[in-house]
């Protein structure tokens, strides 16, 4: 298990590569150490301050470089002394660990140097000292305060082994300087044979390097304590999962993105536990942020939990969600049809309707209802509820056809599939308009009579026009649109129509097919009846005898009265009756031998009905024939 270096308590020992082989290290202080205060028995306190680049994790190696420097004679400058150290140290350090070692502008005397890797001073190692001496009002947290001083040797004697290394003979050098005015000059702090000397010159000297690194406290070690070259990318933030979650169906699973300090996230695995973590199965392994896996019906809780991973097989911790109860609802079945009008049009309402649904848990709720125009682009919801229909406007002229679908859901929210339509091609061309003063029924009639009316047509084409009463045509024509036309139904158009309840039909159709009827009714009711020719027949000769054969069906209790006259022209015709004769099928032989304006033939057929016998709604004329001489 990963943790991370600035977690790591102050005299933990840590391992380092370095040359390629772990190397033992301590931790000496975490943070940035307090800056000194001045004082009296202090002569470097100028420019002795610690900036935030110090704020970090302090690792002192427990042992001294291999690789050696000579000190010539008479030198205390440290600034030369640390250039070497760096040259012979940072090279040996894996540089993959290169971003994780920070850069700190660290003190030295009375000027900071920017570096990666440094010696401690005498101070920061805890020695106090008298005037001139290195101060200990810096201390890191690892080191003990020494108090020990030999006046004989001028040294300082640690009390502990937090100074010894593991490899060396003659000592290490320090970035303190080591000042004693009885000899007479600055020499430079070094650890020598387990003892804080000051190295004041004379001979040559080769010395070993036991130095510090700051690292960044965020870098990473394993169980081991061993520093990871790669550190693992971060923990995802959260991860989140749907308000509900349902047994038998798709769960959704997503999270936010890692972030790796090394750049080298790989992706992320995602586990699943139907036991409350008590184990976990994996689920997805790859570059996404988001899966989905599907929950089996009857499980009772499920949990999820993801981890970000790197290209070197790094994890970071994982991010668990809650524990989630599973809702065992199982959705209701699809409407098994749906019905839509054959033929919608523009600017006309359609009904749709469906079939009822079912639900094996008994909680079927509603319906949703959409629609799609033009087979193109999201279906929009129209309906929600209970019924099982829809009353749709269609705009006339914004589209050329329509699907609609419907779906069933239940009191948990669960939804069926969709039962979708076959696309209907909508009919943008709308039927003509006839417009009338008459409506319904027109009542009784025994005499002729004429409708008024007037046809429109929203996209001025051509209509032809029938007009009937029941299956009795009278005329099929084009009318001027807009203009007042009339139906007559009158004379013998009227005398064909039969007693009783008769139907107008006014029926206008446009050249596209669409088409409109106005209809009225009315009752015939004719009484009398009065057939004669229209102009009598003249005759050169005196007119003595006829002969009449009516064809049709009078009722035998109707009024029926035949008259002739051989005299029709005259002003005042002299009218014989003739029913008995035309009864009988006799000739009927005249008896007036006068006239006026000449000898013309002419009958009169009057029949009027009985008043409540089977004439009531019966009897009829089909024909009058006959001739005289």
């Known amino acids: 298990m990963t943790k991370r270096l600035g977690d790591i308590p102050v005299g933990t020992e840590v391992w380092l ?10 931790v000496v202080h975490q943070g940035k150490p307090l800056n000194p205060s001045p004082s009296n028995y202090q002569e470097q306190d100028t420019g002795f301050k610690y900036d935030e680049t110090c704020n970090g994790t302090w690792l002192l190696s427990t042992f001294v470089t291999d690789q050696t420097y000579e000190i010539p004679g008479h030198l205390y400058d440290y600034i030369t002394i640390h250039n070497e150290l760096v040259k012979i140290v940072l090279p040996r350090i ?18 900071t140097v920017s570096t990666k890797v440094f010696a401690l001073t005498g ?35 640690p009390y502990s082994d937090k100074y010894k290394v593991t490899n060396y003979s003659e000592g290490y050098p320090t970035r303190s300087p080591f000042t004693y005015d009885g000899l007479g000059g ?60 349902y047994g038998g169906k798709s769960c959704s699973v997503s999270w936010s993105k890692s972030t790796d300090e090394d750049d080298n996230l790989e992706g992320y695995i995602v586990e699943r536990s139907y036991n409350g973590g008590s184990s976990w199965s994996q689920i997805y392994q790859g570059t996404a942020t988001s899966t989905s896996t599907t929950i089996p019906f009857g499980t009772s809780t499920v949990m999820f939990r993801v981890c970000a991973y790197d290209t070197q097989g790094e994890k970071s911790g994982w991010r668990t969600s809650s524990n989630k109860t599973v809702v065992n ?31 094996a848990d008994g909680n079927l709720e509603g319906y949703e209802l959409e629609r799609q125009w033009d087979g193109t682009g999201a279906f929009t919801q129209l309906y929600k509820g209970a019924a099982l229909s829809y009353r749709d406007s269609i705009p006339k002229g914004e589209h050329t056809s329509v699907i609609y679908r419907v779906c069933s859901y239940d009191a948990m929210g669960a939804k069926s599939s969709y039962t979708t339509s076959p696309s209907r091609t909508i009919e943008n061309n709308t039927a003509p308009v006839i417009t009338s003063d008459l409506s319904g029924d027109l009542g009784v009639k025994s005499d002729g009579f004429t409708i008024p009316y007037t046809i429109t047509d929203a996209e001025q084409q051509a209509v032809t026009v029938t007009e009937a009463v029941g299956s009795l045509i009278k005329r099929s024509y084009q009318p001027t649109l807009g203009e007042q036309n009339t ?25 596209g097919g669409k088409s409109s009827v106005l209809s009225l009714t009315f009752t015939k009711k004719v009484h009398k009846a009065v057939i004669t020719l229209t102009e009598p027949l003249p005759s050169e000769q ?19 009265l035949i008259e002739v006259t051989n005299n029709g022209v005259d002003e005042e015709p002299v009218w014989e009756d003739a029913t008995a004769d035309v009864k009988a099928g006799r000739n009927h032989v005249f008896t007036n031998k006068t006239q006026t304006n000449g000898w013309a033939f002419n009958f009169r057929v009057t029949a009027e009905r009985g008043q409540d016998g089977e004439s009531e709604n019966g009897g009829y004329i089909m024909s009058i024939q006959g001739g005289f001489q």
């Not at 894996?94 to 000027?111: A, D, G, Q, R, W």
């Not at 839509?340 to 523009?346: D, E, I, Q, R, T």
Request: proline fraction near 8%; charged fraction near 20%.
């Open 329 to 359: 609802n199982r959705a209701p079945s699809a409407p098994p049809s749906i019905s839509v009008p054959l033929a919608p049009s523009g600017g006309e309402a359609l009904t749709v309707t469906w079939t009822a649904a079912s639900d």
């Open 94 to 111: 894996p540089k993959e660990l290169n971003s994780k070692i920070k850069t700190v502008n660290i003190p030295i005397n009375n000027t």
């Open 487 to 511: 139906f007559e139904v009158t004379g013998e158009y009227f005398q064909k129509i039969l007693n009783g309840a008769n139907t107008v039909t006014i029926t206008a159709q446009d050249t």
């Open 186 to 245: 600055k020499n430079l702090g070094m650890f020598y044979r387990n003892r804080f000397v000051g190295y004041w010159g004379g001979n040559s000297r080769a010395l070993n390097f036991r130095f510090a690194l700051i690292f960044d406290p965020e870098t990473y070690v394993d169980e081991s304590n061993n520093i990871l070259e790669n550190n693992p990318p971060k923990t995802p933030s959260s991860i989140t999962l749907p308000s509900t979650v």
């Open 542 to 560: 005196q007119i003595e005898v006829c002969v009449l054969s009516i064809t049709g069906e009078i009722p035998a209790d109707a009024d029926c």
């Open 123 to 157: 101070g920061e190692m805890g020695i106090y000292v008298a005037k001139g001496y290195p101060t200990n009002q810096n201390k890191l947290s690892y080191f003990d305060d020494i108090y020990n001083y030999d006046n004989q040797s001028h040294t300082y004697r």
């Open 17 to 26: 590569k370095y040359d390629g082989i772990p190397r033992q290290f301590i």
